[in-house]
């Protein structure tokens, strides 16, 4: 076998080789979050002879974060790392093995599709070239990167609307999500766009952990922190980037929240609200029913059949972002979760869940955020 080679050592990679001498038989491990135990994102390319069969076998498979992860699960590969599609994998005696014959010399297998670093400033770039954007000032990451927050809309508008994404880095499909959004709310032929830009100002954060997103990391930051549980009381030194974003939200006030995320077990688009949070009331309840029928009305991918289940009233975690924003700013606040695997509301068995599908949800979220502004308070 002639130049079998595989590498992580680029932005967003991870992946350990154990044996790489059979293409029949590699052995990998997937690394685990720097100062954190969260194991499950893996993006590698190898390096082979087109028409070699791959067979990749993860060896500590069976010690992932969320266990039923690889139920009817199957990984993305890609010729030109813009083209994803599933390809064959199965996860047998406490091992995920993926099967795949190339087509080309290098083949990229992801976990979900890749939002590298690069893509991501070259998206911020492009926003600001808009002159109805504004970047707000923040401080920086751990690892001293740029934490990018802008605002797009009237600074005198009456509603102030936060959406946030990519807590957890691995969760990519979130910063797809944002790149549809952006695409089409600074779209001048798109009127839904123009009126909300007219009637809100929008604070979007494409990307809350850019060190995680570096590293291959699926949910800590450079640290080892899960932003996610630490709204409540950010640490300057754990989890500045919620500091940051927190201070800006005090300064603005928000009257409506989503927050981009993704699940690695459940095959469905669905939110999860704040129902636990002490603010939570009959006000917040009538809001939440309006969101979901636009929700609904808006884009056949979703449902509210399945989703989480309800925390009961009083309990909410205010380390987790949606119960602290919602309590603190008494507004409507939502996490929005994608699938890693295929949304079997509209299953599709080329490409599963996708960027391309992340992309339109997030473009076909202005309307009912449009539907909402005249009721949020």
């Known amino acids: 076998m002639q130049h079998l080679r595989i590498d992580s050592h680029f932005d967003g990679g991870n992946i350990e080789v154990l044996a790489a001498d059979d293409p029949a038989d590699i052995r990998l491990r997937i690394k685990a979050d720097a100062k954190a135990g969260f194991l499950q994102w893996f993006n590698f390319e190898v390096l082979a002879p087109r028409g070699?069969?791959?067979?990749?076998?993860?060896?500590?498979?069976?010690?992932i974060s969320f266990k039923g992860g690889w139920k009817n699960y199957r990984a993305v590969a890609s010729d030109d790392g813009e083209i994803w599609l599933r390809t064959a994998t199965s996860f047998e005696a406490k091992l995920l093995t993926?099967?795949?014959t190339t087509t080309a010399e290098l083949t990229r297998f992801a976990y979900f599709a890749p939002y590298s670093l690069d893509r991501h400033h070259n998206l911020v770039a492009k926003l600001c070239t808009d002159e109805r954007v504004k970047m707000l000032p923040t401080g920086t990451t751990p690892d001293g990167r740029a934490l990018h927050v802008l605002a797009a809309g009237k600074s005198d508008a009456p509603r102030h609307c936060w959406?946030?994404?990519?807590?957890?880095?691995?969760?990519t499909m979130a910063e797809w999500f944002m790149e549809g959004l952006t695409e089409a709310l600074l779209d001048p032929a798109n009127p839904v766009a123009r009126k909300l830009l007219d009637r809100a100002r929008l604070y979007l954060v494409p990307n809350m952990n850019p060190d995680g997103s570096a590293r291959g990391h699926l949910r800590a930051n450079a640290v080892g922190t899960n932003l996610n549980r630490e709204w409540n009381?950010?640490?300057?030194?754990?989890?500045?980037?919620?500091?940051?974003?927190r201070a800006l939200m005090e300064e603005s006030g928000v009257d409506f929240f989503l927050d981009i995320h993704g699940d690695e077990i459940m095959p469905y688009l669905f939110i999860a609200g704040a129902e636990g949070a002490e603010a939570y009331d009959d006000r917040h309840r009538d809001l939440a029913v309006r969101f979901k029928q636009l929700m609904l009305e808006a884009t056949p991918e979703f449902q509210t059949q399945y989703g989480y289940p309800v925390?009961?009233?009083?309990?909410?975690?205010l380390g987790i972002a949606t119960n602290w924003v919602a309590n603190t700013f008494d507004c409507l606040a939502y996490t929005l979760e994608m699938p890693f695997k295929d949304n079997l509301t509209l299953p599709d068995a080329v490409r599963g869940?996708?960027?391309?599908?992340?992309?339109?949800l997030g473009a076909d979220i202005l309307g009912p955020l449009l539907g909402m502004l005249d009721h949020l308070r």
């Open 52 to 63: 070699t069969h791959l067979k990749l076998i993860f060896e500590n498979a069976a010690d």
């Open 353 to 360: 869940w996708s960027p391309e599908r992340s992309k339109k």
């Open 163 to 171: 959406i946030i994404a990519r807590q957890h880095p691995g969760e």
């Open 98 to 100: 993926i099967e795949h």
């Open 311 to 317: 925390t009961p009233a009083g309990k909410a975690n």
């Open 233 to 245: 009381a950010p640490d300057a030194e754990r989890s500045p980037e919620v500091a940051h974003v």
